[in-house]
């Protein structure tokens, strides 16, 4: 049986002390070739502009329940022209897709990019057609293909989103 959708998702900051969470999120959410380990995130925790989230199942039943993660990269721009934003990784648990979480987590994830107005990038697998949706309803546009970014046969898209246009 699947869970039922919750009405809200909880949200809370990633820092080292999350990197065994964030591991057990990303391999639960990517192929096993692609799973990030425990040092990697530690590693992109520290690296500066780096923020992170988990997305938390709210409610009595299953209060506090990971069930998701986001990480993004903000650089700064030069002068008074706004800076860039890159989604690193963004991925639900597969039993709780498809109810709208990965949407409310990219959201929380990209509020203070979208204030600073930043353009915000991001790669996606090109039959990824569940992810590629979500993205185009949040407002990115594809920009470019990266032929074999994932391996032979497996491209890339580049979307963007500039916030205000």
Not at 13 to 22: D, R, Y
Not at 24 to 47: D, R, T
Not at 83 to 98: D, K, M, N, Q, Y
Not at 131 to 156: C, I, N, S, W
């Amino acid at each position: 049986m699947l869970p039922k959708q919750p009405k809200a998702m909880d949200f809370q900051s990633a820092n080292p002390a999350h990197v065994a969470i964030l591991e057990a999120l990303h391999q639960a959410c990517f192929p096993p070739k692609e799973a990030w380990s425990a040092a990697f995130f530690k590693g992109q925790l520290a690296l500066p502009g780096t923020q992170g989230w988990v997305g938390l199942v709210p409610g009595p039943a299953r209060e506090g329940e990971p069930i998701g993660l986001c990480l993004v990269r903000s650089q700064p721009g030069f002068g008074s022209e706004p800076g860039e934003c890159e989604i690193l990784t963004l991925g639900i648990v597969p039993a709780w897709r498809s109810r709208g979480h990965g949407g409310k987590l990219l959201a929380h994830a990209l509020k203070e990019p979208m204030r600073r107005r930043e353009r915000i990038l991001l790669e996606v697998e090109a039959d990824n057609l569940p992810a590629k949706t979500l993205y185009h309803h949040m407002g990115f546009r594809e920009v470019a293909l990266r032929p074999g970014y994932y391996g032979q046969g497996r491209d890339a898209l580049l979307m963007a989103c500039q916030p205000g246009t």
